[in-house]
């Protein structure tokens, strides 16, 4: 498992536009879900950690990355001992089960079923291109039509990067297989990419 240090985190190479865009995503899925005690699995550069802990919400930080400071080091594959069955209302994971061989998916996904009794919202790549068209008619009271289409980059077989070991729709991993893991465990209630660049998924999930 590829392990990010404080370091990976600096603002001029991490913090890209695109990135803020899908923390303001991920924030609103968590948000959506009204919850109150809050599992977040990858700390990350603790931005939505730091957000959610200002806002008043009851949340612990979970990440096998002492150096970044989580309530509670450990690894996602193995979560036993950690953490009681249904503790939380809520457990979110962010751009972290990519950096797990594709054999573990479904195992930490297990893992996480295990910790929520109501939702989760995770995250992940996805290879492909977005095509979209919008049309706004700011006259006739400000109408708006479009549509947008994303093609997965199916033709393309991953390489590991030293970061991800897969990601959603590139030969092998098709949205499909993804969805069919998820529905093994929850109720698969929203799949959204992410705007404006669709290079990530945000999957909020009830527990069944």
């Given at each position: 498992m590829q392990v990010q240090t404080k370091d990976h985190y600096n603002f001029k190479e991490y913090f890209t536009l695109?990135?803020?865009?899908?923390?303001?995503?991920?924030?609103s899925a968590i948000l959506n879900c009204s919850p109150t005690n809050i599992l977040e699995i990858g700390l990350g550069p603790r931005l939505i950690y730091a957000y959610l802990k200002e806002s008043g919400f009851k949340v612990t930080g979970f990440d096998i990355e002492k150096d970044l400071n989580p309530d509670v080091v450990g690894d996602v594959r193995n979560l036993s001992g950690s953490?009681?069955?249904?503790?939380?209302?809520?457990?979110?994971?962010?751009q972290v089960l990519e950096h797990l061989p594709f054999e573990e998916f479904e195992n930490s996904v297990r893992n996480i079923a295990r910790l929520t009794s109501r939702h989760v919202v995770i995250s992940l790549p996805f290879a492909g291109y977005g095509i979209s068209f919008a049309l706004r008619i700011s006259k006739v009271g400000e109408r708006k039509a479009g549509f947008a289409w994303r093609i997965p980059r199916f033709w393309e077989k991953h390489k590991y990067d030293g970061m991800h070991y897969w990601e959603i729709g590139k030969r092998g991993y098709p949205l499909s297989k993804i969805t069919k893991i998820l529905s093994t465990y929850f109720k698969i209630k929203e799949a959204k990419f992410v705007m404006p660049?669709?290079?990530?998924?945000?999957f909020v999930l009830d527990k069944k």
């Open positions: 695109n990135r803020w865009i899908s923390f303001y995503e991920q924030i953490f009681s069955d249904n503790q939380f209302d809520l457990v979110c994971c962010f660049n669709k290079g990530s998924i945000i």
